[in-house]
């Protein structure tokens, strides 16, 4: 029913996450219309981000230089290190406008059932920076999934014995959330880690 | 807190419609992580749309080709004209499979308020067209709104005359709708197209 190409267009459009048939109709009918130029400069920044972007050689962070402009950043505080899984959950830290530690990006988390192990997601590379390094807190601030758990685990297990705090950010019920909508196992955790009230 | 070079990947992707930060921020990320040859493979498509479709001579439907495949095929009924307002509503009623006549797309519908003329989308193309072939009906397939039914209107009027069946798309209440979600204006014009029970 398409034109080929702008069959080919709408499959590709259809290859991204959460986009369906007609979102991928949508966007390729855009591309159709819009000015060449505009689709021209929008291929130029697909092209950019593949050739210029790659991980801080230090923190694994996306940069398009050798070491990211956090680690980069003296003025911040070099000792404490956030350990996150992707370079999104940097993104969000940094939103936050809070914390002002270094980071170091994880390849995603520990998963036996996917056949992901420590090597797989860089955790040599981690310890031998906190080993070369003089942190005084790790945060690990990985989701609270079974992935998240193993992984937070098995890193608080080969720090032992480091004179460090190992921390993790906290689980529980979501600020403004509705009691009725929270899951069982969340509100489990909520109970568990409950705190006395100061 | 991105990269350069991802920013603007973020803000390309922000200029589709309907797209917004959070999903432009998923979608540049996808680009980041997918293998380069399938962004290449994306990004070729997205070349082959602009330099390759154009307008088909005869109806303005979508095309590679100088007359496209429903102008083309001789197995379709000629002597009935649906015309729409974009490609995109030919893809809905071929989808169908029901109606099997001819095409003619406009370039949009006459707007006063916009200041959009009926020679701005093509109206003396169609005009030609209808004059040089021996359609036996006009079936005038745009939406139902000021500019719809202003469009309708003024094609009726310029047809006026000529042995033709000029017939517009029913209006009216969408099949298994809610009867308390339908607007007034639907509900009333549902009122007004009313038809007898056969």
Known sequence: MYPESLRNLIE???????????????????????????????????????????????????????????????????????????????????????????YHVLNGLISPMEGINPEDIGIDKLLSRIKENNFKEIILAVKPSIEGETTALYIKKILDGLPLRVSKIASGIPIGADMEYI????????????KNIE
Not at 58 to 79: A, G, M, V, Y
Not at 183 to 192: G, H, I, P, Y
């Open 12 to 102: 590709g459009f259809k290859s991204f996450p959460g986009i369906g048939e007609k979102t991928a109709e949508r966007l390729a009918f855009s591309v159709l219309d819009a000015d060449t130029e505009k689709v021209g400069a929008f291929i130029d920044s697909m092209k950019d981000v593949k050739e210029k972007i790659h991980p801080c050689k230090i923190c694994n962070h996306l940069t398009e230089n050798e070491i990211c402009e956090i680690c980069s950043n003296k003025l911040r505080d070099q000792s404490t290190l956030c350990v996150v899984e992707d370079p999104r959950s940097v993104i969000l830290f940094e939103r936050l406008g809070s914390y002002n530690g270094m």
């Open 183 to 194: 899951d069982s196992m969340t509100l489990e955790r909520a109970l568990l880690d409950r």
